[in-house]
């Protein structure tokens, strides 16, 4: 007998009156519950995952993993600040290109008449000397600059291992032995982009400096060509 049945006839014998009927069905209904109480205690607790001890069980690399973590997120940060540094290597370069392009404006074009004791003869045109003078020094400037962001920036892949061939010897090594192998050579790495990232930072300032400097001098010659060109008011 079930639950819904047992007190469906406990109602019932109390609506017609038959009291020791309902009395008698309210304790089977008591024993049902109790029974159905005791199922539920009895029942199984779900078996708990105990963690084994065993070092060389991956669930135990909890130091590796985290060690693994850090380095990989250190490397992402390394490859932005590469990318940083070549991009503004490649800024210095364009801009040395479009001020060689300026520099062309200054050189003098076509040729003047003189005349001496002997007659008229024909010259090139010449420019004073100080802006000469400055614009090959910014000329030169602007090509060691020009030089100095070549070589940094000159193509060379960030280092961030493991390449995919290099892992075929491993293909039946143990797989604690390939983490361990794989983290040292992220380790490897790591330190030698650091030597070559502060190298394109120190150059890029180098590049920099020479390249504000060329900057001004090219600006103090096309001054002085200007006000030798310029003719005076009236």
């Known amino acids: 007998m079930d639950l819904p049945n047992a007190s469906l006839r406990v109602v019932l014998n109390f609506v017609a009156g038959n009291v020791g009927a ?4 309210s304790r089977r209904l008591v024993k049902l519950l109790r029974r159905s109480l005791d199922g539920f205690g009895s029942a199984e607790p779900a078996p708990t995952q105990v963690r084994t001890s065993d070092p060389e069980s991956p669930e135990n690399w909890i130091g590796l993993d985290y060690i693994h973590d850090q380095v990989v997120a250190q490397m992402e940060e390394q490859s932005k600040l590469w990318e940083n ?8 370069l364009g801009v040395i290109g479009i001020v060689f392009a300026a520099v062309l404006g200054l050189l003098p074009r076509g040729t003047i008449t003189v005349m001496t004791a002997a007659g008229p003869i024909t010259e090139p045109q010449y420019v004073p000397f100080w802006t000469g003078s400055a614009a090959i020094a910014a000329i030169g400037c602007f ?8 070589v940094a920036y000159w193509p060379r892949d ?4 493991p390449a995919p061939d290099s892992l075929r010897k491993y293909l039946t090594t143990d797989p604690r032995e390939i983490k361990l192998t794989v983290l040292d050579e992220m380790l490897t790495a790591y330190d030698q982009n650091r030597v070559w990232l502060g190298r394109k930072f120190v150059a890029f300032r180098w590049a920099f400096s020479l390249t504000a400097i060329a900057t001004a001098l090219l600006g103090v010659a096309v001054i002085m060509q200007i006000l030798v060109s310029t003719r005076a008011p009236g």
């Open 22 to 25: 309902a009395v008698a069905e």
């Open 85 to 92: 540094a070549d991009g503004r290597l490649r800024l210095i």
């Open 143 to 150: 090509a060691t600059a020009g030089v100095i962001a070549t």
């Open 158 to 161: 960030f280092n961030w291992p």
